[in-house]
């Protein structure tokens, strides 16, 4: 089961939750790249995971929500596994024909991951438990759940506000690193850097929004991280953003396709 079938979570709490949440989020993580400014250490790392995961648990507790409400039933890993799995075959293949073809950043030789398996099955665990399913508890579990419900439920409306809202957020959380743990400015750089984020935050929304699977979502996450190619890639600088706009495409298609070949409705949405 690629969907979880269940009802939009009841909150209690008004708008001043999640608005305190997310300074709450801002705040603790400028704070950790005050301290890690030369570079987090992986206990820093394991340290930050379970501060969203506790910053989400009361967040829940706080709206009356069980939190185990959100989780995705552990049966609906399997399928969450497939459907990324396909999705980076493909990716795969893709990137094999543009090797073979001569395209500029593609090569036949392979890949880190191909060459270090074990090394890169360690770091993608490691983004998985401590940055990919905390953040996405945190985002689309909670945040984007709850600014959903502020807009009136599922109303595709309600949805689009709702994930519209939390891919902005998603950006704009990553701006303590942007200028105090990586030291770069204002510029174009930072626009193209907030356009792809927030893209990308578009693209886990609507993966949630579609299926309300939160591993899923995690997995992709954790997945673009830290990509499996098999072949050598390297995307030149110019292209990172219109790569990643192809990228988020295909995700969201993807994720779209397997809800109907699994005889998923998709969007569970009332009429507006």
């Not at 648990?57 to 995705?72: D, K, M, N, Q, Y």
């Not at 690193?177 to 400015?185: A, C, Q």
């Not at 219109?242 to 995700?251: H, N």
């Amino acid at each position: 089961m690629l969907r979880a079938e269940r009802d939009l979570p009841t909150f209690e709490g008004g708008s001043l939750i999640p608005v305190t949440t997310y300074l709450l989020l801002i705040t603790v993580l400028s704070g950790f790249a005050v301290l890690f400014s030369d570079g987090a250490s992986p206990i820093a790392g394991m340290g930050w995971g379970i501060f969203l995961v506790i910053l989400a648990i009361g967040a829940f507790t706080v709206e009356g929500v069980s939190p185990r409400s959100i989780l995705s039933p552990v049966r609906s890993l399997l399928s969450a596994l497939l459907v990324v799995t396909v999705f980076w075959v493909l990716y795969n293949l893709v990137a094999y024909g543009f090797a073979l073809g001569g395209v500029s950043g593609f090569e036949v030789s392979g890949s880190k991951v191909a060459a270090h398996p074990l090394m890169y099955l360690a770091a993608f665990v490691s983004s998985v438990l401590f940055t990919a399913i905390p953040e996405e508890l945190v985002f689309r579990g909670y945040l984007q759940s709850k600014f959903v419900s502020l807009a009136g439920g599922e109303t595709g409306k309600a949805v689009a506000v709702g994930v519209g809202i939390t891919a902005i957020l998603f950006a704009l959380f990553h701006l303590p690193r942007w200028f105090l743990m990586s030291g770069h400015g204002v510029g174009a750089a930072l626009a193209t850097r907030l356009l792809g984020l927030t893209l990308m935050g578009l693209a886990y929304g609507l993966v949630y929004a579609l299926t309300r699977n939160l591993w899923l979502v995690a997995l992709f996450h954790a997945t673009m991280n830290q990509p499996p190619f098999l072949v050598g890639v390297h995307i030149p600088d110019g292209l990172h953003l219109l790569v990643g706009v192809v990228e988020f495409a295909a995700i969201v298609t993807v994720v779209f396709v397997a809800t109907r070949l699994t005889g998923s409705d998709g969007l569970a949405l009332t009429s507006a």
